[in-house]
């Protein structure tokens, strides 16, 4: 009998259990023997993150590392041979950008201890066009990417920017579009009602979930915001160095008393609150150094059954596709214009909680990304049933 594939994943973000659970439908598969390496603590969301010791159906390796929470520049200090020793993998699937840190030192320790294992880079860039990166330095990032263009056998994109880029570049090898999921079961409708009433949510709510970051646009949000008719609510669930301004912002609107700004929450608790609004708005605004790759907060709002705006940043229209709403980046009034319709209509409304809940089941489980993932193995192995 033929033995398993033996995978090693590396993914500075496997510490995170969300992240993690991508693995899960893979290790299901009794084709594989997977392990994982994470570090034993990463900075995730401005929180400090620490990997479990173990968990079921697969190992997981953890090491060391440096430069936590910037992953380009990160890599491993301990970790990372010991773990290509004890797997000595024939595919190493690399979670890493093709021009990080991360991916450098295991293409070094991957030619040492697993010579032949396959190599696969995951990539969400869609800014860094004829390898001209938004941060420093560049000359080395090009100089790792052209690197990991001759050395790996196959890219993972999140998005068509991404792989637009690399063939851009001169990446010859295959790619193939594998969308990031959700656990469909944490992210569903959910009853709300005691935490409307503990955040004092009261009629329509519109909301956001992420960063409080220019770039995440939710000046744009509270100017539209404030042109609405009513009383609706606006609940913005998240941390970060905007909250001042954005407050300040609000105030000066004449809105800070219908604005709930909630803080950062556990990952276990946002699919509560988007639960508790009535439409979420992702408002992000394309810049120097940002450019929506994805979007994983249109697919949780969806999941959970709530109606979403996006904008015309990144991929936000390839993610929502007919599901959703999209409108022009850093146009208040059209926003304001789509806000109120969805809130003013409620069968509009029920449409698009079906179409999102039926899109995201359709195209972002992680079961449905694992599926992909092994048809990658067994494509990039030259076996059947790719």
Request: hydrophobic residues 45%.
């Amino acid at each position: 009998m033929k033995r398993p594939v033996r995978v090693l994943a590396v993914d500075h973000t496997a510490g995170v259990s969300t992240f993690r659970k991508k693995f899960a439908p893979i290790a299901e598969c009794d084709r594989v023997d997977l392990a994982v390496l994470a570090p034993k603590t990463w900075i995730e969301s401005g929180a400090v993150v620490v990997a479990p010791a173990s968990v079921d159906g697969y190992e997981l390796h953890t090491g060391r590392a440096l430069f936590r929470g910037y992953e380009n520049r990160g890599f491993f200090v301990t970790g990372l041979a010991r773990a290509l020793r004890r797997w000595r993998p024939d595919v190493l699937d690399l979670y890493e950008e093709p021009f990080s840190l991360f991916y450098l030192q295991a293409l070094l320790a991957g030619r040492v201890f697993a010579p032949r294992a396959k190599i696969i880079f995951h990539t969400s860039d869609s800014l860094s066009w004829e390898y001209r990166y938004p941060y420093r330095p560049s000359f080395l990032y090009a100089s790792i990417q052209r690197l990991a263009h001759a050395s790996a056998d196959y890219a993972v994109t999140i998005n068509e920017v991404a792989a637009e880029i690399l063939r851009s570049k001169g990446f010859a090898k295959p790619i193939r579009r594998a969308f990031h999921g959700v656990d469909e079961e944490e992210f569903r409708p959910l009853e709300a009602g005691k935490l409307k009433v503990d955040l004092g949510l009261v009629g329509p709510v519109v909301g956001y979930v992420g960063r409080l970051m220019p770039a995440k646009g939710v000046h744009v949000l509270i100017e539209a915001f404030a042109a609405l008719d009513g009383t609706p609510r606006l609940l913005l669930v998240g941390i970060g160095e905007a909250r001042e301004a954005l407050e300040r912002q609000a105030s000066d609107l004449g809105v800070l008393d219908r604005v709930v700004f909630a803080g950062g929450v556990p990952h276990s608790e946002v699919p509560r609150h988007l639960s508790a609004m009535d439409l979420m708005v992702l408002p992000s605004l394309k810049t120097a150094r940002f450019n929506e790759p994805f979007g994983r907060v249109l697919v949780e709002a969806m999941a959970c059954g709530v109606p979403v705006i996006g904008t015309t940043c990144g991929s936000m229209d390839l993610v929502v596709g007919d599901a959703g709403i999209i409108v022009p980046e850093n146009e208040s009034g059209t926003l304001a214009a789509k806000m109120e319709l969805v809130l003013g209509n409620g069968a509009l409304r029920e449409e698009l909680s079906r179409a999102g809940r039926e899109r995201v089941l359709a195209h972002y489980t992680w079961r449905r990304f694992g599926e992909l993932m092994l048809g990658i193995y067994d494509e990039v192995l030259g076996e059947e049933g790719s």
